[in-house]
T-cell receptor
Framework: EAQVTQNPRYLITVTGKKLTVTCSQN?????MSWYRQDPGLGLRQIYY???????DKGDVPEGYKVSRKEKRNFPLILESPSPNQTSLYFC??????????FGPGTRLLVL | AQSVTQPDIHITVSEGASLELRCNYS??????LFWYVQSPGQGLQLLLK??????LVQGIKGFEAEFKRSQSSFNLRKPSVHWSDAAEYFC???????????FGTGTRLQVTL
């Protein structure tokens, strides 16, 4: 089944404790992105990747890192999480850069 | 930079009634336009998209949307709403490059029986 998977789905952590949210797609898509969703703000892009080893900032990249060492994986790294990073995070992949297919989301709470 | 406005935060309709959700965009060139739906606790599902050609596009679940360049709009419609359509709906504009989508803030649809 073609899908985008994210792990974990739910995460509670404390300020400053490094964490990684994994994202994997099995559709051989070139493009992958990370978004965060906050009430009243819709979804905002954090980072995107156009191919292996090619990444760039989206609209809200501060406090996040990404890497794309393999085509299928695009982990999101929070080196020192803060409470304002409490959010719902979505990974997405796309074959061409337009239509995107979203993962199920990761709900993060930073205390 | 592109932007999307969904002027209605919350809409309530009766089951069987027609539905129109509004979306206005701002983008200098011809946009790629999308409607996504998010059911409670779920991810986003693509309803339909417009890239070019016929300005009336059909999507899944009986939804359609019409691109009106003169009004910078891409409104979503459904002739008869079902209770299962209750969800949050997001309009998005893509630039066609860099896999970048800009989303509106969403419209929450409530369906009364």
């Amino acid at each position: 089944e073609a899908q985008v998977t994210q792990n974990p789905r739910y995460l509670i952590t404390v300020t400053g404790k490094k964490l990684t949210v994994t994202c994997s797609q099995n559709m051989n898509h070139e493009y992958m992105s990370w978004y965060r969703q906050d009430p009243g703000l819709g979804l905002r892009q954090i980072y995107y990747s156009m191919n292996v080893e090619v990444t760039d900032k989206g609209d809200v990249p501060e406090g996040y890192k990404v890497s794309r060492k393999e085509k299928r994986n695009f982990p999101l790294i929070l080196e020192s999480p803060s409470p304002n990073q409490t959010s719902l995070y979505f990974c997405a992949s796309s074959p061409t850069g337009e239509t995107q297919y979203f993962g199920p989301g990761t709900r993060l709470l930073v205390l | 930079a592109q932007s999307v406005t969904q002027p209605d935060i919350h809409i309530t309709v009766s089951e069987g009634a027609s539905l129109e959700l509004r979306c206005n965009y701002s983008y200098g060139a011809t946009p790629y336009l999308f409607w996504y739906v998010q059911s409670p606790g779920q991810g986003l599902q693509l309803l339909l998209k417009y890239f070019s050609g016929d300005t009336l596009v059909q999507g899944i679940k009986g939804f359609e949307a019409e691109f009106k360049r003169s009004q910078s709009s891409f409104n979503l419609r459904k002739p008869s709403v079902h209770w299962s359509d209750a969800a949050e709906y997001f309009c998005a504009v893509g630039t066609g490059t860099a896999s970048k989508l800009t989303f509106g803030t969403g419209t929450r649809l409530q369906v009364t029986l």
